[in-house]
Every structure is written in structure tokens, then in C-alpha cells.
């Protein structure tokens, strides 16, 4: 059995629209330059990461729930918009802070030549999963995970990520 598991159709077209033009109004926002531990960010290009105010928190849960029923054992989730510019990586890591994690994919479309592929670890087997419209990939902590680099001409890599104790 995988260790991932993956869910179609999570967030509403509405919502997604609402969380595209969030940070659009924003005029700062955290960077895995500023808030992640070294060893995450390598020589990865900029990620912008900004946090959803709770109106628009609560709404990505409750949704994001109703396709995830694992989502309900959770006292405190959080969710940030996470925008990974061209260029930009994760290095392998397990989120040993979190309970769980889960990224929701938030472009129309994405070629398969443009990486930023989720990649996981499976007994010795690396697994990869293409970023999917409004797909969600959640685990369980811990589990070594990564997001392969993306490539110099793609687009912004747009997803909300979930993350709770």
C-alpha cells in the first residue's frame, strides 16, 4: 500500500479562484530563504510562502475535508500558499514537526517537462507524482519526500499546503 494518498477535485473552482488573487494583494511574504532550515533550500530558487488569513484557512479545511476524511483526527491545521518560481526545489526531508502533510495543486495545467514531480521513498523505490489541477497528495509524518526542481521556463508552481498536529 502507498504510503501517499491521493484525492481528485478537493477545492471548488471559487475558491480556487479566491486563493489565486490572495497573494496578488499582498505586499510581503515569508521566502524558504527567510524561514526554512538550510539544508531544505540548497541552491533552490525563491519560494514564496504566504499564510491564508483564517476566513480563507477555514474554508481550504472544511473543503478539503470532505475529500479527506483523514483530515478530521486533526485538532490544528494550517495552510499556506506556496509558490515555487522557476528553478525552485525541496530537498528530502520527513516534516518531523508535523503530524501529517498535504499539498494541494493548484495550476490548470502542467507539462510533465516542466519537473516540480512530488517524489517520495518506498522501501527502497522512489515514487514520483506529477502536480495534477486541484489533486491533493496527503501523508503521514514521517516519510522522506521531496519536490524535484522545476524548470527555468515553467510557470510559478502554485499549491496549498496543509500541514497539522
Same mark, same amino acid.
Given at each position: 500500500m /502507498?504510503p501517499?494518498?491521493?484525492?481528485?477535485?478537493? *477545492? /471548488?473552482?471559487?475558491?480556487?479562484?479566491?486563493? #489565486?488573487?490572495?497573494?496578488? =494583494?499582498?505586499t510581503s511574504?515569508?521566502t524558504?530563504?527567510t524561514?526554512w532550515?538550510?539544508?531544505?533550500?540548497r541552491?533552490?530558487?525563491a519560494?514564496l510562502?504566504?499564510?491564508?488569513? @483564517?476566513? *480563507?484557512r477555514?474554508?481550504?479545511v472544511?473543503?478539503?475535508?470532505? /475529500?479527506c476524511?483523514? *483530515? !478530521?483526527?486533526?485538532?490544528?491545521?494550517?495552510a499556506?500558499y #506556496?509558490?515555487?518560481m522557476?528553478?525552485?526545489y525541496i530537498t528530502w526531508h520527513?516534516?518531523h514537526?508535523?503530524?501529517?502533510?498535504?499539498?494541494? !495543486?493548484?495550476? @490548470?495545467?502542467?507539462?510533465?517537462?516542466?519537473? =516540480?514531480?512530488?517524489?517520495?521513498?518506498?522501501?527502497?523505490?522512489?515514487?514520483?507524482?506529477?502536480? @495534477?489541477?486541484? !489533486?491533493a497528495?496527503?501523508?503521514?509524518?514521517?516519510?522522506? #519526500?521531496c519536490?524535484?526542481?522545476?524548470?527555468?521556463?515553467?510557470?510559478?508552481?502554485?499549491?496549498?499546503q496543509?500541514? =497539522?498536529?
Amino acid at each position: 500500500m /502507498s504510503p501517499v494518498l491521493s484525492y481528485r477535485d478537493v *477545492l /471548488s473552482k471559487p475558491l480556487i479562484e479566491r486563493l #489565486h488573487a490572495y497573494p496578488k =494583494g499582498q505586499t510581503s511574504c515569508r521566502t524558504n530563504y527567510t524561514s526554512w532550515q538550510k539544508e531544505l533550500v540548497r541552491a533552490s530558487a525563491a519560494i514564496l510562502v504566504f499564510d491564508l488569513p @483564517e476566513d *480563507l484557512r477555514q474554508e481550504v479545511v472544511n473543503q478539503a475535508k470532505l /475529500s479527506c476524511p483523514e *483530515l !478530521h483526527k486533526y485538532q490544528t491545521i494550517h495552510a499556506l500558499y #506556496h509558490k515555487m518560481m522557476p528553478g525552485s526545489y525541496i530537498t528530502w526531508h520527513q516534516d518531523h514537526s508535523w503530524k501529517f502533510g498535504m499539498t494541494i !495543486h493548484l495550476n @490548470e495545467y502542467w507539462d510533465e517537462n516542466l519537473g =516540480g514531480y512530488f517524489a517520495f521513498k518506498q522501501g527502497e523505490e522512489i515514487k514520483c507524482l506529477k502536480p @495534477e489541477f486541484n !489533486h491533493a497528495n496527503y501523508i503521514v509524518t514521517p516519510l522522506d #519526500h521531496c519536490v524535484f526542481q522545476t524548470a527555468p521556463d515553467a510557470p510559478a508552481r502554485t499549491t496549498i499546503q496543509l500541514f =497539522g498536529l
